[in-house]
């Protein structure tokens, strides 16, 4: 049983993990929706609750926005 307030959507772009105290990442995003994201990422050895920062660009046609987000390990 699905239990996802918003559908999501299939995203293939490259997300910049940056992880408290160490150095960030380039992972991959698989999919989004209006309250989340999966980030497919090799084992970074983060608990479930740990705070990370998110960036990632959004290709607007003529203008590329880079958005940060701070997100929560689920």
């Known amino acids: 049983m ?3 307030l918003h559908t999501r959507h299939r995203a293939r772009t490259t997300v910049y ?3 408290p105290g160490r150095k960030g990442r380039l992972c ?3 999919n989004l929706s209006a309250n989340g994201v ?3 990422t090799a ?3 983060l608990q479930k ?3 990370v920062e998110l960036a990632f660009a959004i290709n ?3 203008v590329t926005k880079i958005h940060r987000r701070t997100a929560v390990v689920a």
């Open 49 to 51: 609750g740990t705070v």
């Open 38 to 40: 999966f980030v497919e």
């Open 2 to 4: 699905e239990r996802r």
């Open 60 to 62: 607007l046609g003529s």
């Open 28 to 30: 991959k995003a698989r």
């Open 17 to 19: 993990v940056q992880m």
């Open 43 to 45: 084992n970074l050895g």
